[in-house]
């Protein structure tokens, strides 16, 4: 009997690292409303910055990359569903997501921003906003923020399913600002005749228990072979300076890639 289960055990084995080996490609969940990190072209195209990273490191993996369109809130519900294998959509690797997912190491990080009506004086802060409405996006680390630092003190914060909507409300005067990463803010709107008029108020907003140390791809905690295989594809891909290379496609001025750690 025991030999019977080793037997059983061994080819459980053999079948594990048989279908890892076996495993050719990898469907990305993304929210394609948040440019430059990814949008639609009007033929229905997926770009953006995300969408390059993801491809560089499916190249670098040697996987086949597909893409899978949800809102930003329906992310980690439908990964853990099945729905696709790896979240790449800007999320940032935060305690509270990490208790349900898991995450590569860090790629990249986006400061994010107070955007407002330049002749609003208004800054990032809940005594400066005290008695305004906020847009954020639902689900977003913007939305944990604003919520966390603004909404118990007289901010009216209001999160949206999608931030093209929040832009459209602004300039129809039912919104005072939104908090946004800054990259997103800048391609998004301030860049589209639509911004005309509004612009960054105050400097960027940080809480490490809220953002964290980066952004990251999320994974179902039980793949940790394709975990594994994702790290190695993200350590060569900045070692080649890609995320360096991408900031100046698409942030202009920015550079959102991570410092040297000492």
Known sequence: MKVTQL?????ALMSSVSALAEQTSIQFGVEPQYPPMESKTDDGTLVGFDIDLGNAICKQAQLKCSWVESSFDA????????????????MDITPQRAKVIAFTNAIYQLPSQLIARNDSGLQPTAASLAGKTIGVLQGSSQESYA???WQNHGVNVVPYKDQSQIYFDMVSSRLDGTLVNSTSGQAGFLDKPMGKGYGFAGKPVYDEAIFGPGIGFGLRKGDK??????NKAIAQVKAQGLI???????????????????
Request: charged content about 25%.
């Open 7 to 11: 037997v059983i055990a061994v080819f």
């Open 75 to 90: 992310l980690i519900p439908a990964l853990k569903a099945k729905k696709f294998d790896v979240i790449n959509s800007a």
């Open 147 to 149: 919520m966390k630092h």
């Open 225 to 230: 072979e394709l975990l594994s295989r994702i």
């Open 244 to 262: 360096h290379q991408l900031s100046k496609k698409y942030f202009k001025n920015v550079d959102v890639s991570l410092p040297e750690k000492n």
